[in-house]
């Protein structure tokens, strides 16, 4: 309902894309912290959540160092830390 209220508010996306990693949903979540990106492009949140759906549930390594470099470069290190550490990522 927040969304249909209001495109431009990044947190429904966060709470929606959320919810549809807990139903297993990982395309529609990967999609939703997306748009949270869009709209907020310094949501560390969304890039870590992203990521973490694109290692864990999509093996794309790529991807998922991407948006946790991302998130580091906003102040959020320890995901991509780890992948470096593990030879992940780069």
Known sequence: MA???NKKYAQAY???GTIKTEMKNYQAA??????????NPKDVLAYIS??????VHFNDNKKACTDWK???ELGSCR?????RKKGLCR
């Open 50 to 55: 992203r990521g973490t759906i694109f290692m």
């Open 79 to 83: 995901n991509y830390k780890f992948a």
């Open 70 to 72: 991302r998130a580091c």
């Open 30 to 39: 990967i999609i939703d912290f997306s748009h949270a990106i869009e709209i």
């Open 14 to 16: 966060m709470n929606r």
């Open 3 to 5: 969304i249909a209220l």
